[in-house]
T-cell receptor, first 112, second 114 residues
Framework: TQLLEQSPQFLSIQEGENLTVYCNSS?????LQWYRQEPGEGPVLLVTVVTGGEVKKLKRLTFQFGDARKDSSLHITAAQPGDTGLYLC????????????FGKGTRLSVIA | EPEVTQTPSHQVTQMGQEVILRCVPI?????FYWYRQILGQKVEFLVSFYNNEISEKSEIFDDQFSVERPDGSNFTLKIRSTKLEDSAMYFC????????????FGSGTQLSVL
């Protein structure tokens, strides 16, 4: 069974601070996705990273896929209260259309 | 943007009762999924459905669970005899033709088994 470990589990920061969330595994994934989930809602895809070492930017969010495609990070610059939510990473196993494996998530709270 | 629709948003049932959770995937999608998320825990895969049959299922998806696509638009999850531990948020998701595209999630059905 492939597992994704996310850290930290909880993060509470002040508005304007930077933060990094990590997603680690001992397994290789064909791609890795980051989702954001609001209370009472389903996960919403933020980005998919496919190539080892790939970096993608989405405004103040920077996503990186590890060279070995086993880990990923999400960095938020100058966090805002609107960034508050549960951030989930999900890995697509190497074998075909096997379902995504989700991490437990990082619950981020940005205080104004 | 197209969306996956789930009904009801909340379902309360007594232990041992049958429940049917309903989903309307995005109309031109071909891959359908059910996931669940127990409060405070991670999103867990239950089952995937393609070409009118189950393509993969997890250990959670035992004989008490079944899925159907009865009319070409709805995709349902049935739990025959609910248990307390079935209480969770159930998410339906769908994906397009190629099977490696964006996965769209519905907003979920919160199932509470009493």
């Amino acid at each position: 069974t492939q597992l994704l470990e996310q850290s930290p589990q909880f993060l509470s920061i002040q508005e304007g601070e930077n933060l990094t969330v990590y997603c680690n595994s001992s397994s290789v994934f064909s791609s890795l996705q980051w989702y954001r989930q609001e209370p009472g809602e389903g996960p919403v895809l933020l980005v998919t990273v496919v190539t080892g070492g790939e970096v993608k930017k989405l405004k103040r969010l920077t996503f990186q896929f590890g060279d070995a495609r086993k880990d990923s990070s999400l960095h938020i610059t100058a966090a805002q209260p609107g960034d508050t939510g549960l951030y989930l990473c999900a890995g697509a196993p190497l074998s075909g259309n096997t379902p995504l494996v989700f991490g437990k998530g990082t619950r981020l709270s940005v205080i104004a | 943007e197209p969306e996956v629709t789930q009904t009801p948003s909340h379902q309360v049932t007594q232990m041992g009762q049958e429940v049917i959770l309903r989903c309307v995937p995005i109309s031109n999608h071909l891959y359908f999924y059910w996931y669940r998320q127990i409060l405070g825990q991670k999103v867990e895969f239950l089952v995937s459905f393609y070409n009118n049959e189950i393509s993969e299922k997890s250990e959670i998806f035992d004989d008490q669970f079944s899925v159907e696509r009865p009319d070409g638009s709805n995709f349902t999850l049935k739990i025959r005899s609910t248990k307390l531990e079935d209480s969770a948020m159930y998410f339906c998701a769908s994906m397009g033709l190629l099977g490696n595209e964006k996965l769209f999630f519905g907003s979920g059905t919160q199932l509470s088994v009493l």
